[in-house]
């Protein structure tokens, strides 16, 4: 997932995972009608953050914990790879 094509990436998961329930799928389309080029990043943090407190409350779907470990796992990681050429030298 590049950082031009998170929005494309939330679109098709929709497409391709049937299974998320209403709560999932709302809080998913309001975070592709919010995600611009400028803050895409803090847009995810922000569907992290709602899919997570979903879970806490035991409504998160199976596709809606993919979804999540997908994110959880990219967003790390991109912090990764930030941080990467301070270690280099």
Not at 65 to 70: A, E, G, H, V, W
Request: no cysteine; charged share 35%.
């Amino acid at each position: 997932m590049l950082k031009n094509d998170k929005k494309q990436f939330l679109v098709d998961f929709l497409e391709k995972h049937q299974n998320t329930n209403d709560d999932e799928k709302q809080v998913i389309n309001d975070t592709t009608n919010r995600i611009n080029r400028k803050n895409q990043d803090k847009e995810i943090l922000a569907l992290i953050k709602a899919l997570r407190l979903l879970s806490i409350n035991g409504s998160l779907s199976q596709d809606g914990r993919i979804l999540l470990k997908k994110l959880q796992r990219r967003q790390w990681i991109e912090g990764v790879l930030d941080v990467a050429p301070f270690f280099g030298r």
